[in-house]
């Protein structure tokens, strides 16, 4: 399990990139538009817009493994899980609600920091969105510097 220091990290105002592979081991990516932890603790659910993302989704099946790298936008602080999909599912009006609300907090956050609305408004959608649930498997720390690449936690 995410102790709880990364979990609200993850759960906070963060740029999220996701990446999948293919049956033939070619790489796609997207952008999460929020994550949360599951009710059960052990699992994260990050929303992600297929209308955006299709090749990412498209890869995504239960057992499929996943990268999801977590970016503080104000201080490069930075966080990638490798976990295995659990299930991809359309998004529910519970998640689309909570999408809006990342949606909010990471625009105010952007914004500040003096990124336009032309770069950031198209990928704050939630256009086709679907829900990506996913066990951790290994936490590692990619903040620059000399501690990059150290992995932090290796979850059950």
Not at 22 to 41: E, L, N, S
Not at 42 to 54: E, F, G, K, Y
Not at 70 to 99: C, H, L, M, N, W
Request: one cysteine or more; a negative charge.
């Amino acid at each position: 399990m995410i102790d709880n220091a990364i979990a609200e990290f993850v759960e906070g105002a963060v740029m999220t990139i996701l990446a999948s592979r293919d049956q033939g081991f070619h790489p796609a990516i997207g952008r999460g538009v929020g994550t949360r932890r599951a009710a059960d603790g052990h699992l994260l659910d990050t929303m992600v817009s297929r209308a955006q993302w299709p090749d990412l989704i498209a890869n995504l099946a239960p057992g499929a493994p996943l990268a999801v790298t977590f970016v503080a936008p104000d201080d490069y602080r930075t966080f990638q899980i490798k976990g295995v999909i659990e299930a991809v599912t359309p998004a529910s009006d519970g998640d689309r609600a909570f999408t809006h609300a990342y949606h909010r907090d990471i625009h105010r956050v952007l914004t500040a920091l003096g990124v336009t609305e032309g770069q950031i408004g198209f990928w704050l959608t939630d256009a086709d969105l679907w829900c990506l649930r996913y066990r951790p498997t290994d936490v590692f720390v990619q903040t620059p510097g000399p501690r990059a690449g150290t992995r932090l936690e290796q979850c059950p």
